[in-house]
């Protein structure tokens, strides 16, 4: 008898924390204490919060395969955004090397710089090479749909979300052509987003 109670409680124990096990979905998120960020100049918090928008981006830069070297970059993207276009910080929300990983911009629930009408009620990605030239990699893209299925998980973006590319709010090539046609092939692409 007292061998079966031990038993439930220790079923009981289980699935207490099986959701902790199955919640998988997070990948690893490279910091800004681990690329050596600067601090904001400032900062505020989305209006829409947790947001309905994904607006995808690229970086126009080089792209970066390596760990060290996309922290690199990361430093340098940041330099460009605070020195000199003069903003509080790096303008996305988060940023996806070509090493796979995913790099904290100003994180979740901060308002960016990165697509004026979608500031205050989008997470900004920003895959990090020129998608306009050649495609992004498949690690750049299963970090993307890993990014999002995190934020939905962590309810930092509401279920019924739009996924939309950068040109779709004004006159640009962003995200580049390739990984355009990439994302208008996802589930929850807005063709005709507000
Ligand atoms: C980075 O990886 C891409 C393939 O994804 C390759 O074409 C490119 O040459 C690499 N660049 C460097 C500097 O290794
Ligand atoms: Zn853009």
Known sequence: MAFELANVAHIAVLMIMLPCFVRTT???IISRQEWNAAAPSSSKSLRENPPSYVVV??????MC????????LMKS?????????????????????????IYEGRGWGIHGAHAIS????????????????????????????ELIACSLEENKLIEDYNLIGHNQESATLC???????????????NNNPK
């Not at 395969?65 to 690199?72: A, P, R, S």
């Not at 995200?175 to 692409?189: Q, V």
Request: aromatic fraction near 12%.
């Open 118 to 145: 979608y500031n205050a009620r989008s997470l900004g990605i920003c895959l990090i090479g020129n998608f306009e030239e050649y495609p992004p990699s498949e690690s750049q893209l299963q970090a993307l749909r």
């Open 77 to 101: 993207i940041q330099n460009t955004h605070m020195n000199t276009n003069g903003w509080e910080d790096i303008g996305y929300n988060f940023l996806i090397g070509n090493d796979g990983n």
């Open 26 to 28: 997070c990948p690893n």
């Open 57 to 62: 981006h690229h970086s126009v830069t080089r």
């Open 175 to 189: 995200p580049g052509k390739y990984l355009y046609n990439e994302i208008k092939t996802w589930s929850h692409f």
């Open 65 to 72: 395969n390596t760990t060290e070297d996309c922290k690199l």
